[in-house]
């Protein structure tokens, strides 16, 4: 099994532009989730989807944030215009329906976006 | 909002000392995981903990949820330098259905010195 696949793995752009973060989820999986990592805020939640629906974005912090997820194997997450305080490392997780509790979270690697 | 504080932020030990890190809930919560992530990783799931009182172990490292399920710790006895990285709790709230999210505690990073 590949794990999360995500792509970028490393964006730098400039404050104005588009940003598309894409992700892969593992295959049999109904869960995703998108994070974002700062030294500031630490680990927060953005956006989660179980099969393909968006079930909770009230960790978007605005308007310029957008996540889709047109089928099971493929999510992205958008930002327009982006800022530099957007700068995180953004990590992508899947997750099957658990039988217990919430279930074991599987990372991908992260994107790594600096906006200058 | 559910937060979640995890104490100490950091912790530097001598190779071969055990280790403990603490995670406190300003709510009662359902569950609650522990993540490792190494330096520019990403986190790794390490254990889930559902039930009042429950502990669980694995090798070295030893995991308790508390009995108001407000508060869990991760100890690990005589740490390696493969311990090194960011150790997370997170808990969720509510029901115990599958669908909730996670509230990710603020990590302890753990440095070994050889």
């Known amino acids: 099994d590949a794990g999360v696949i995500q792509s970028p793995r490393h964006e730098v752009t400039e404050m104005g532009q588009e940003v598309t973060l894409r992700c892969k989820p593992i295959?049999?999986?109904?869960?995703l989730f998108w994070y974002r990592q700062t030294m500031m805020r630490g680990l927060e939640l953005l956006i989660y989807?179980?099969?393909?629906?968006?079930?909770?974005d009230s960790g978007m912090p605005e308007d310029r944030f957008s996540a889709k997820m047109p089928n099971a194997s493929f999510s992205t997450l958008k930002i327009q215009p982006s800022e530099p305080r957007d700068s995180a490392v953004y990590f992508c997780?899947?997750?099957?329906?658990?039988?217990?509790?919430?279930?074991?979270?599987?990372f991908g690697p992260g994107t790594r976006l600096t906006v200058l | 909002g559910q937060q979640v504080m995890q104490i100490p932020q950091y912790q530097h030990v001598q190779e071969g000392e055990d280790f403990t890190t603490y995670c406190n809930s300003s709510t009662t919560l359902s569950n609650i995981q522990w993540y490792k992530q190494r330096p520019g990783g990403h986190p790794v799931f390490l254990i889930q903990l559902v039930k009042s009182g429950e502990v669980k172990k694995q090798k070295r490292l030893t995991f308790q949820f508390g009995e108001a399920k407000k508060n869990s710790s991760l100890h690990i006895t005589a740490t390696q330098t493969t311990d090194v990285g960011t150790y997370f709790c997170a808990g969720t709230g509510g029901s115990n259905f599958g669908n909730e999210k996670l509230t990710f505690g603020t990590g302890t990073r753990l440095t070994i010195i050889p």
């Open positions: 989807f179980n099969n393909n629906v968006p079930i909770d």
């Open positions: 997780a899947s997750r099957s329906t658990p039988l217990a509790g919430a279930g074991e979270q599987f």
């Open positions: 295959s049999g999986h109904n869960s």
